[in-house]
């Protein structure tokens, strides 16, 4: 699985900006989608994510400010992301847990996958 994520940038605090991650190549099934972000020195951590039927779970950090979407058809995610905080500057990180044959998804394994990081930059 390939994901190419776009959208990053820089934005003046309380502005507004869209991330886009589509996946391509072989696998049967995407699970769920989502976003990470990392900090310098620090573990990435989970941002917003989204199942195949739509069920999502957020970051309290971003509740009421972020919102994530999923095209299955198309195989990808965005997260729209407003009020932007310095807080929220940091490398943003598509993911992807996807089954990659129809074995695996008879079994239940999920293979996780990511995509390139884009950097967003809040300013004061």
């Known amino acids: 699985v390939q994901l190419q994520a776009s959208g990053g940038g820089w934005v003046q605090t309380g502005g507004s900006l869209r991330l886009s991650c589509a996946a391509s190549g072989s696998f049967f099934r995407i699970i769920v989608m989502g976003w990470y972000r990392q900090y310098p020195r620090n573990q990435r951590e989970l941002v917003a994510a989204i199942t195949t039927f739509g069920g999502t779970n957020y970051a309290d950090s971003v509740k009421g400010r972020f919102t994530i979407s999923r095209d299955n058809a198309k195989n990808t995610v965005e997260l729209q992301m407003n009020s932007l905080k310095p807080e929220d500057t940091a490398v943003y990180y598509c993911?992807?847990?996807?089954?990659?044959?129809?074995?695996?998804?008879?079994?239940?394994?999920?293979?996780?996958?990511w995509g390139k990081g884009t950097l967003v930059t809040v300013s004061s």
């Open positions: 993911n992807v847990g996807a089954n990659v044959d129809k074995q695996a998804g008879k079994d239940g394994r999920t293979t996780p996958y």
